[in-house]
């Protein structure tokens, strides 16, 4: 029984991969519509059968609880939901009802590709060549297997057919010369990778990798200028960095490779890979190569396209491109890392999770993968599991900051405001003892917990050393005016602090509302009133500030809009506390009378607001 003529089909296996992996959105409805339709498909299925279809000898293999229209569904709701692991499952079920659909065949060879099984995904690869022979992804993904496989002849004939568009054909050039390399053509893979001109992201491309291949092919000379004129173009970039940097200590310039590594700003000091080089380098170890064999060439050339990508906006190339570079070194640390960062930003920690779990912990991104790690099992809602794994990093890493602070985070997300700031307290004591530079916001968030623990002086003091280290920043001159305001001090600095917020901030609806509530604390209403309906034009959802518009709505006499207003407020969910008085007013409403912390002022201008 073949799947009906109904089976929606793509436009081409990039649309695909976009709509299976990299941003599909379904709402419930949608699934509702997905659920409709696979009732269709059931319909037909049975009519077929009623009619007398035989079953292939595939389909009778099947186990029967793995069924054509649960499976289409399972499949469905997989590639909602990002779960490629499940999608890539589902849709080999499909291929046993239905081995010989075109349709299922590239819906499963993206699922499985995008879920990194490279081999699984060749095999179907094969399959479309033979019904396309110029699809390029399926060129690609076998390319890329015959380049493991050490058949560099075979890769060659596979990466010289081409591409459809620039990206397929500079994805082919680099490919291509890794595959040359391989065969000990260095000198005519420079020259294949020089072909590559136009943007500037593809020009540091070209010049990391011809200096990878001169490096690994003993041309010293040509490796140090290309890794010199990628630096040149990108001194940012810590992969160029490292390269340039192991390339002087390897060839007997070791003082000019650590004054590059200490040259470096403190942020990218702190980079792991930078910083244990950096060690390495101090401690008289031996440097190796960044590049150590054509493989890695290989996978670090599709790092460094799913990198340029990236940038672009496009995370569809970049799923793939990472995928295929893991298949070629499944030690890639910074590929492990850039395609959890794209899984997170899918929503899909756990598959994130998956990955930081095959870091060993001799990598130097290890700790960093940990910490990452936490917060997602934060947000999967394994809670205890985030704290025992972030105590368990702050015992193996006493000397680190980021870990006790990283707790402190999780704690101040789940309002646990006491803990936060015994985890702050570590962080900045760490960071003290080592000499690191401590940004603002670590004072910033043990002010915050500080204030919300009823600890005032102590959060006034954290909010002023978060100023000094950054005197304009926007988050904490609105916090800290707005509590002014809020206990009546320093009302002439605290206004200043918030109008200085809102002219950086114009658009962020709490900080306009903090602005808003402070000149309702001073009695006037008017003013208020205008900062307070901009405030929820930008933050319509938030209840603190459908609260307080129902306060000045009240003030100024318009009474049904401040009911409406309240309700609204408690229909979001508010805290506790603020919910108590919520209900008050919408009994009750205002007092008749209100006295302002001070006497009204003379009006000023709105400006910033």
Known sequence: MSLPAKFPAASGLIRSFRSCVAGLKVASTACAVAAVFVLAVVSDANALQANGSAKSQTEKAAPEKYTLSGSYLAATIAVADHDTSAAAFYYRKLLLHDPRNNELVERAFIAYLADGDIAYAAGLAERMLVR?????????????????????????????????????????????????????????????????????????????????????????????????AAYQA????????????????????????????????????????????????????????????????????????????????????????????????????????????????????????????????????????????????????????????????????????????????????????????EAYDKALAAATANGDDVSWSLYYFRGIAHERTKQWPKAEKDFRQALALQPDQALVLNYLGYSWVDQGINLDEAFGMLRKAVEQRPRDGYIVDSLGWAFYRLGRYDEALRFLERALELRASDPTINDHLGDVYWRVGRKIEAGFQWNHARDLKPEADDLVEILKKIEHGLPDEVKPIVPPAPAQSGKGG
């Open 132 to 228: 396309d022979p110029g699809n390029s992804l399926s060129q690609l993904v076998l390319g890329v297997r015959a380049l493991g496989n050490k058949q560099y002849d075979k890769a060659k004939s596979l990466l010289n057919r081409g591409g459809r568009g620039r990206q397929a054909d500079v994805t082919a050039t680099l490919l291509y010369a890794w595959a040359q390399a391989g065969s000990g053509q260095f000198k005519q893979a420079i020259e294949t990778v020089d072909r590559l001109k136009g943007e500037d992201s593809f020009s540091i491309i070209r010049d990391l990798n011809a200096g990878f291949l001169a490096d690994l092919g003993g041309m010293n000379e040509e490796a140090e200028r290309r890794y010199r």
């Open 234 to 421: 990108d001194p940012r970039t810590m992969r160029i960095v490292d390269a340039l940097g192991r390339f002087l200590a390897r060839t007997g310039r070791m003082q000019e490779a650590l004054a590059l590594y200490d040259g470096l700003d403190k942020g990218m000091r702190r980079n792991p890979m930078l910083s244990n080089s950096a060690r390495t380098l101090k401690s008289g170890l031996p440097v190796t190569r960044s590049i150590a064999s054509v493989k890695s060439g290989a996978a670090e050339a599709l790092y460094g396209l799913a990198m340029a990508g990236g940038r672009d906006g496009d995370e569809t190339a970049s799923l793939i491109y990472l995928r295929l570079a893991l298949a070629l070194d499944s030690e890639h640390e910074l590929a492990v890392i850039a395609l959890c960062d794209i899984y997170e930003r899918l929503k899909t920690p756990q598959e994130a999770n998956k990955l930081y779990d095959t870091m060993p912990a001799s990598t130097p991104f290890y700790r960093t993968a940990q910490l990452q790690k936490a917060l997602n099992l934060e947000q999967m809602g394994e809670s205890d599991k985030a704290v025992a794994l972030l105590e368990s990093l702050t015992r193996d890493y006493p000397k680190d900051y980021e870990v006790p602070s990283t707790l402190g985070t999780l704690y101040r997300s789940r309002k646990d405001f006491a803990k936060a700031a």
